[in-house]
């Protein structure tokens, strides 16, 4: 089957065992020509025309797509991004090729129904185009035109079931790890906190009022498998502060051969006989474990909680029992002032619902950021502009070690008039 | 909230050569001309006029700004 | 009226009713898991279920027809379940081994006509899982390079490590078309990046028409964007390209100042992050080669890279350590040495906070 | 002509005419040293000469009676040589044992009227050597503390430290009088620093007559001097207190910018840093006590809290492990509890690297 | 013995076992007493003078100097440092009270005739009050007239044969550990080449062009003995690059507790028997030792020099024998950047008198610093302004990864027009 367009350079990607989207795609185009346009809103050859326009840009080394900002559907100023062909002569079929952030559901299992609801409305009225999530986490309708936004997005929402994901300066689409659905780490129900802080933050997530956007992310450890700390403006991780429990007959177990290191992470390779020392106790971060009488012993006011002998050893080691989350915030990617990760303000808190608690500290957070943050300043920038004491003040935290690798080694410390015994004025004369 | 609507509507009206604007800088503005308006308020009353098709969301995507109808840019450049 | 009847702020469905059976029983009851088999994990709940996960690598752009065949799959041998994962992973979860054993088979047998698998199993373990990514030509309009592409090019190149686990620990690959890094291409082993290298050229003809100058003007971080005017009066701005850092904050603002140039663009391979606590805190991923050519569609230089890169750490590195922490262990003046690759002084930070990475001390490698 | 037969450029004395014989004999021979006991090593050359080596305490603000007292020991005992350390002590050089004791109960024997040491024995290997300074009230314009006494009063707290051997490893303590820490003081294990906490006051009356008003405005690193004018008419500055870090620089531009203020200046205490490459590279010490009283001449908070720093390190470091290398070791977060001293918000940087220091891990301790 | 003045605060410095600079100061005060004015050029009260002023400023808790810029000696442009008391009514005696910084001897060995000879002179012509040594390594006389100060300076030279030191936008008196003269581990020689270079530069420590001071420190070896590391715009750090040589025996030797470690560095605490594992193996930082067979064995392309084993064991450990320095540039106080410590920009070179290749890299280093840098800006801190690759190019030195603790984690490169194809014009219409 040969496509409207020569598409040479394309056509490379389709040998090789990964999967190819050249494939895939090109046999979708034949089905969306056979449907024939009176089944179809959307221009039956917007596939071939996409794929004609990504060759072009193959051969230029420069993307054809134009930026366009008024698109959208009524009351909601984020979950669509417009977009433009700059060749629409040629391409016709792609002269708009509008995206609709679709929201997820939270940590990404679904029933087939829904995605064949999905399939069927987007084939419809869109390309039939999609990812499988965005990098945020959103489903993604890759192309279609400006009229189709509102009855597409009405149906999603009345037949379907589900809203829209955030873009522009908003509150983002949160997401969280698959967590306790399928992890024994998991130290929080991440699958509902995530759930419960999208329902409460709706209209942060609709009607843009912030600075610029704004990223939840829930890990449910630190394992970080939802790498909150990089792409989250607020990354929940899950912690516990009382003893890691030790099952001294699986520590045997390990030690004996009877259990693969890691949950058989490290399978295909012969690495030798697991060595308790080799693998786990001298490679644990703090050096705060050792054998002693063939038990494994645990100084656990000097863990730290990296979860490598727990990974290393899943049978014999399991987290503690009272357990929370440690909130860090501010991470982003680099644009403006270099990418950022998460930084920790508050260790330990508890995380069970309704989250009052948490709900508090995001309330005062956003409040503080929208009065206190510039125009497209994220948040970590403002807290890098301002200090991060002076938002431990404005989160009513009390600064601790916790919060910083290091103390200062520059003594520039501003001191407050009030601090100082009495104050910044005085007579020339004294 | 008829007076906060105002406020923006005016607000948006005044830029010369700019259309559209961040909702710090209408906040600051309705602020100004309005004291005691609260963040909140200004934020609902953009919503409102969104509905009532009078302002238009502008989204670059990562960025989302707000203009008049029919001012500036619009989708068919 | 258009607002009438419409149904807004419900939010994303709720994930109970997503749960396959063996899940929604043993929810927060697991105990332990294990890696059966590349791409094959049993987790244990205290109930004594064991939920089997098939996990296949996935095209995240993907056509509605392939997500149907994913439907029939699910509803043939998985109970009409699906799962992603946050690397866009598919997952089929199961409550039985014999489910397993179907669902192997079958996967095995979709293949597109061109050869390549649909649902190759892999991605657990210390090996490649796939590569995450954003949109590159198929929908940016800031890319400087093609995402999907260099992911099939990589993700072939690599592929024996995704349906093995033969590496010191896992390496996580990412790669993001611009530099606004949209993904974690920042904390990643290895990661791609799209870089643009010439400033943005001037479409002075429509600028007026089409941009907001003050936006444009107050979009640019480094202030290298002031107003002009063209000869014939209209309105415009110029550039100063000495300090242009080719960031594209004002292609955002203003369509008529675009960036990208075949010519000049390229990829920027970094290395050595990470995002787990694991061992070693998080770390930011280093820029490791300023410059590979942007050779679309199949990325020669940019795959034999990526190898190079992967197989000096398999060879060199202990067992647990990620690649950057192997680099540091060794010294970064030996990574580059094993790795085969040239330290030039595109290496060397010169931005905010680069003091911080200068050697203050006597302690080096020869 | 004042000029005629000046001599100029002649730079300092030739090193070898001041070498003790064994010195020059043994130049660049020697094979290696141990330390006897405290403040006595010897060097064995290659050539099997000794030189063995006394130490002794040395205040390094002196009359040249006292200097003249060391020329008269130096005579007596040690061949007419004698040498100074890059820390301030003192050194008697001579190639033999017996010439040891002789200086070590010549030594002994002075003392001042008031009954202090004139010239303790001590300063070598695991302990506390002589602290390093600045000038003070007895010459700066810019201290914020004097420092002459608070070494005093610290070496006095930290005396058998000096005269023994007994600690982890070498601390180093050191002080400067103002934050322009001439000195080591940003590298030092131990560190007090005057501090001032209050913007410079403004001598409108004469300020015009003995400040080039650009000069003094330029000076200010944060731009936080402005003209000004007072209400007679005068030319003056005024400053942005907000905005004023307490560095002093325009002081030392303008005399009639005075920063001095006995009620708000104060003392810093800096931990954790190092010079030596020896295991861990040089580091920065880091500001643990943000505030401690000016408590002229005894200091005597400033000497319980070095001491308390130091013990709780003698309890819990390892052998050879540096003060700095110690708290990273065991984390900050246990430092200040090992030390006893709190956390305040005054610890965290907000100055420019301060992004840096930030904790950007789920690895903490509680 | 009273003095003129009550010094009840300072009094309280004359007991305890240090030695004390009041009871020096009190003595000394006498003696100027009995030598009477007729002896002495400047005031005979000027200790007592200082000690009032002193106790003056300890209960305000606050300096009594004022800055005094003009004074100097004809043709330098350093090596004296003006002061006037504030308070001069009070204390007539320091009215003036200038400080000149006088050449120390390379490593700060002397004879007693020399400091015999300095004794008379600053007793006649000064306070009779001095510094051994100043932070920089000077010797610093402290407190004299202002009519005093060029006698002073001829007396120096010509009767005592030595230079002032550096002050201001100056080379400074360079500083050198004891090296070669007392240490075996001197690596190259540290008096030879700080001589050399101070004799070199004498037009550059006297008469000042620099945009701000300039210091050289010379260690002898990576112990850093002289805190060069910390202190110096440039700093000469000894090392080398073939293998640390072992004596096997003498490591036997220690293994059997026959040698103290640490050359008895530890002696004053039992530290338990001495084990090679504990204290040097394992602690070696790049883990490049081990005990083979018996014999120690290292691996030399992976140690990084830090002298740890070799301090630990001088008998049996020697640094190799192919000697030389690295050259770091840039480090400085906090004033106004905050700190910095010296950046490793030349690894290796070879340090042989007349050491012409090293001269030629300070020259290059002064002649750009000079163009470049800004008024009161500091080596260290215009290298960081313009980037350390710039300063590479400078020194014409190709970029290392010795150089830095890490690469870049930004991607903004700043790419030159020449490094681009087809450089940085281009028609919109293409
Ligand atoms: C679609 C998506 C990439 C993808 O293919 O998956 C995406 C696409 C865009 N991102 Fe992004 N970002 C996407 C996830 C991210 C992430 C990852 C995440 O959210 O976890 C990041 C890094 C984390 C972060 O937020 O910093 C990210 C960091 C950026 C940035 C840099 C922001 C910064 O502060 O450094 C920009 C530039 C900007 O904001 O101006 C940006 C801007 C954009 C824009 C809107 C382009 C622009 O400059 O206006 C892109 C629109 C592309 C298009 O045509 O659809 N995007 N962007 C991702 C959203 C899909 C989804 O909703 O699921
Ligand atoms: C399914 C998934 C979560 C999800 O919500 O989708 C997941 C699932 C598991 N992760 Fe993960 N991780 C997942 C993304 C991540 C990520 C995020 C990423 O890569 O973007 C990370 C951080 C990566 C990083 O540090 O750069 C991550 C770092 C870990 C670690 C720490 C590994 C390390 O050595 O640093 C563990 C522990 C382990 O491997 O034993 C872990 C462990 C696990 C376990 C064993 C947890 C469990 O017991 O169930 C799961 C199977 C691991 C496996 O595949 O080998 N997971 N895991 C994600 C699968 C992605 C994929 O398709 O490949
Ligand atoms: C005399 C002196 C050099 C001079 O030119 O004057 C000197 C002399 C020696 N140093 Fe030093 N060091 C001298 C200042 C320094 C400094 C500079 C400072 O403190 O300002 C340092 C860097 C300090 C730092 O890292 O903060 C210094 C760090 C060392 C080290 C590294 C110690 C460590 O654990 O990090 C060694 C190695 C050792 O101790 O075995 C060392 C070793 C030595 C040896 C053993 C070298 C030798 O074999 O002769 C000498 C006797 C050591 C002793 O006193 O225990 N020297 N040494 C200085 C004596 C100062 C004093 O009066 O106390
Ligand atoms: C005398 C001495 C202190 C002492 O008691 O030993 C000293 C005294 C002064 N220093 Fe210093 N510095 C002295 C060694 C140092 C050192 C140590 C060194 O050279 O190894 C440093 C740190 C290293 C460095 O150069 O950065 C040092 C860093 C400063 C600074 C901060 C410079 C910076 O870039 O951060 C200043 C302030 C300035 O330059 O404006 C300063 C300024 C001053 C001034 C001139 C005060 C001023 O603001 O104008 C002081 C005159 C005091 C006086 O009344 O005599 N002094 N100064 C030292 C010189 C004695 C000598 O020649 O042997
Ligand atoms: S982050 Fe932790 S809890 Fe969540 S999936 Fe990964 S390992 Fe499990
Ligand atoms: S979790 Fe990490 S720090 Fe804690 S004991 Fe295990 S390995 Fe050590
Ligand atoms: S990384 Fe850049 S080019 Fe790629 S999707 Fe994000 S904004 Fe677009
Ligand atoms: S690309 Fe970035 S730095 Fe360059 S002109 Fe545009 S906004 Fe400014
Ligand atoms: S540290 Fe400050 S007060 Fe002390 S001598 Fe140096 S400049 Fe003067
Ligand atoms: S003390 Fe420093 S920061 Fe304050 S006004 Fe003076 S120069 Fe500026
Ligand atoms: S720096 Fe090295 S060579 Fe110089 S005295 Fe110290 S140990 Fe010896
Ligand atoms: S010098 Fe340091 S790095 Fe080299 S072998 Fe010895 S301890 Fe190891």
Redesign the pocket.
């Known amino acids: 089957f040969k496509i409207k367009h020569d598409i040479p350079e394309l056509e490379q990607l389709e040998s090789g065992p990964w999967p190819s989207f050249v494939a895939d795609a090109k046999r979708y185009a034949l089905r969306r020509r056979k449907l024939g346009q009176d089944n179809l809103l959307i221009n039956q050859d917007v596939v071939e025309d996409l794929l004609g326009q990504v060759e072009l840009s193959y051969v230029h080394g420069e993307t054809h797509w134009k930026h366009g900002g008024i698109v959208g559907v009524i009351g909601y100023g984020g979950g669509v991004i417009g977009r433009y062909s700059d060749v629409p002569e040629q391409f016709p079929g792609v002269a708009h090729f509008h995206t609709i952030r679709v929201a997820q559901v939270p940590s990404k299992f679904y029933d087939t129904d829904f995605l064949r609801g999905l399939c069927d409305l987007w084939e419809y009225r869109g390309s039939g185009l999609l990812n499988m999530h965005g990098s945020t986490g959103d489903i993604i309708l890759l192309g279609t035109f400006t009229d189709q936004l509102e009855p597409i997005f009405q149906e999603l929402a009345q037949v379907l079931d589900v809203d829209l994901g955030g873009s522009g300066s908003n509150l983002r689409t949160p997401e969280c790890c698959v967590g306790k659905a399928r992890c024994q780490y998991a130290l929080y129900d991440t699958q509902e906190m995530c759930y419960e802080m999208t329902m409460h933050y709706q209209d942060e997530l609709h009607r843009p009022a912030f600075p610029y956007k704004f990223k939840f992310k829930f890990d449910g450890c630190p394992n970080g498998c939802v790498a909150s700390i990089a792409r989250a403006d607020l990354s929940f991780i899950g912690t516990w502060r009382d003893d890691i429990r030790i099952d001294q007959d699986a520590v045997q177990g390990y030690i004996n051969g009877e259990f693969p290191p890691g949950g058989g992470s490290h399978k295909g390779r012969d690495w030798g006989k697991f060595d308790i020392y080799e693998e786990v106790i001298n490679r644990c971060p703090t050096g705060c474990m050792s054998l002693e009488g063939g038990k494994l012993v645990i100084d656990n006011a000097n863990c730290t909680r990296c979860m490598h002998c727990i990974n290393t050893m899943p049978r014999a080691l399991k987290p503690g029992k009272d357990t929370g989350v440690s909130l860090l915030f501010g991470a982003k990617a680099p644009i403006l002032e270099g990418a950022q990760m998460s930084v920790l303000v508050i260790p330990f808190m508890k995380a069970e619902p309704p989250y009052d608690n948490i709900k508090e500290i995001i309330d005062k957070t956003f409040e503080w950021w929208m009065e206190e943050g510039k125009n497209r300043e994220r948040l970590g920038e403002t807290i890098q502009r301002v200090g991060l004491q002076r938002f431990c003040d404005v989160l009513g935290v009390p600064p601790a070690p916790q919060m910083v690798k290091e103390p200062r080694s520059n003594p520039y410390i501003f001191w407050k008039e009030e601090d100082v015994p009495g104050g910044f004025k005085r007579d020339i004369n004294d | 909230m008829e007076e906060l609507k105002k406020a923006i509507v005016e607000f948006c009206e005044s830029g010369k050569t700019k259309t559209k604007f961040y909702f710090k800088d209408i906040e600051k503005a309705v602020k100004d001309k309005v004291p005691g308006a609260k963040t909140l308020q200004i934020k609902k009353a953009c919503s409102a006029l969104i509905n009532e098709g009078v302002l238009i969301y502008y989204s670059t995507g990562s960025t989302t700004m707000y203009g008049l109808k029919g001012k500036g840019i619009t989708e068919d450049h | 009226n258009p607002m009438e009847n419409r149904v807004t702020d419900i939010g994303p469905r709720h994930y109970w009713q997503c749960f396959p059976p063996v899940i929604q029983k043993n929810y927060g009851k697991w105990d332990y898991h294990e890696i059966l088999e590349p791409g094959v994990l049993v987790h244990v709940s205290e109930t004594g279920d064991k939920a089997y996960t098939v996990r296949v690598g996935g095209m995240r752009f993907m056509t509605v027809e392939y997500l149907r065949e994913i439907c029939d799959i699910a509803d043939k041998l998985a109970d009409g379940y699906v799962r992603f994962t946050t690397r866009n992973n598919i997952e089929f979860i199961v409550d039985s081994l014999e489910k397993v054993e179907a669902l192997k088979e079958e996967l095995g047998k979709h293949k597109f006509v061109s050869g390549s698998y649909k649902f190759p199993i892999g991605g657990t373990g210390a090996g490649v899982t796939n590569v995450v990514h954003t949109q590159g030509f198929i929908h940016c309009h800031t890319a400087a390079v093609d995402a999907s592409s260099m992911v099939k090019a990589i993700m072939d190149g690599v592929f024996e490590h995704f349906t093995s686990m033969e590496l010191p620990a896992q390496v996580r690959i990412s790669m993001a078309c611009c530099l606004n890094m949209c993904g974690a291409v920042h904390c990643s082993d290895i990661a791609l990046l799209g870089y643009?290298r010439k400033?943005?050229a001037v479409d002075h003809e429509v600028l007026e028409k089409i941009c907001e100058i003050p936006l444009a003007i107050a979009?640019?971080?480094?202030a290298?964007?002031s107003p002009a005017k063209t000869e014939d009066g209209k309105k415009s701005v110029k550039?100063k390209v000495e300090?242009?850092?080719?960031?594209?904050?004002?292609?955002t603002m203003c369509p008529a100042?675009p960036?990208a140039d075949g010519e000049g663009d390229c990829v920027v391979l970094l290395a050595g992050g990470k995002l787990s606590n694991r061992i070693s805190p998080p770390k930011f991923s280093k820029v490791v080669i300023p410059y590979l050519p942007n050779n679309h569609p199949r990325f020669p230089e940019v795959v034999e890279a990526v190898k190079q890169v992967l197989e000096a750490y398999a060879k060199d590195a202990r067992k647990y350590e990620r690649l950057g922490d192997w680099a540091e262990r060794i010294g970064w003046e030996k990574f580059f040495e094993k790795c085969g690759l040239p330290f030039t002084e595109h290496l060397i930070d010169d931005y905010r906070l680069a003091y911080d990475t200068y050697r203050t001390s006597t302690q080096f490698k020869y």
Chains 1, 5 share one sequence.
């Open positions: 643009h400033p943005p979009s640019c971080p480094t290298a964007i550039i300090r242009c850092m080719f960031c594209g904050n004002c292609y100042l960036l």
